[in-house]
């Protein structure tokens, strides 16, 4: 398996500009997280879906941050107009989900984002 | 609010010796204590695990450490080794309602620790 794929792996982009950064579960996971990391807030979930569904989407800091799980494959985290206090490294992670007793969460390799 | 509280915020140690890395957590819904590692430019990776019905877990040189009445919970890194060096998180996992149906998989992170383990 080719684990959890992200991309782009790096992305550098203008203040005001729309970004979008996108996830390839592991096949057979049916739960998604986004996670957000960076050197003062660690890694903190944003948002997380379970059988494509948004089941907590606490975590999001704003309404330029959006997220959507159109199918078991495929998941995208949008932020629509980008700030330089976005910049973090952003990862997406699956497991084979809620309701089982331990879940494994299998993280990307992450995106680098930087809001300049 | 910091649900999962880690100390230290980094950690030196000499190859060979004991890196031991503490957590405290609040909420007494979480029933699933993970341990993180991760290496400069990779996402984290799940190292060791624990449920609260148990006190101990140990696989290879790695130990976790749990204390349930006290809400707290280390690893403890044996024999440590350069290849060590890394970024180690703690983590817990609400459970679902009602308790003993499963989790709800989310992970809620400490603040991490840096470990460097001298040759």
């Known amino acids: 398996d080719a684990g959890v794929i992200q991309s782009p792996r790096h992305e550098v982009t203008e203040m005001g500009q729309e970004v979008t950064l996108r996830c390839k579960p592991i096949s057979g996971h049916n739960s998604l997280f986004w996670y957000r990391q960076t050197m003062m807030r660690g890694l903190e979930l944003l948002i997380y879906f379970n059988n494509n569904v948004p089941i907590d989407d606490s975590g999001m800091p704003e309404d330029r941050f959006s997220a959507k799980m159109p199918n078991a494959s495929f998941s995208t985290l949008k932020i629509q107009p980008s700030e330089p206090r976005d910049s973090a490294v952003y990862f997406c992670?699956?497991?084979?989900?809620?309701?089982?007793?331990?879940?494994?969460?299998?993280f990307g390799q992450g995106t680098r984002l930087t809001v300049v | 609010q910091q649900q999962v509280k880690q100390s230290p915020q980094s950690l030196i140690v000499q190859k060979g010796g004991i890196s031991i890395i503490n957590c405290a957590y609040e909420?007494?819904?979480?029933?699933?204590f993970p341990w993180y590692q991760q290496f400069p430019g990779k996402g984290p990776a799940l190292l060791i695990a624990i449920r609260p019905d148990v006190s101990e877990k140990k696989e290879g040189r790695f130990t976790i450490s749990f204390n349930k009445s006290a809400k707290q919970f280390s690893l403890h890194i044996m024999d440590s080794q350069p290849g060590d060096s890394a970024t180690y998180f703690c983590?817990?996992?609400?459970?679902?309602?009602?308790?003993?149906?499963?989790?709800?998989?989310?992970?809620?992170f400490g603040q991490g620790t840096t470990l460097q383990v001298k040759p």
């Open positions: 992670a699956s497991s084979s989900g809620q309701g089982r007793m331990n879940t494994e969460a299998f």
């Open positions: 983590a817990a996992t609400p459970s679902l309602v009602p308790h003993g149906s499963g989790n709800t998989g989310k992970l809620i």
């Open positions: 909420n007494t819904a979480f029933d699933y």
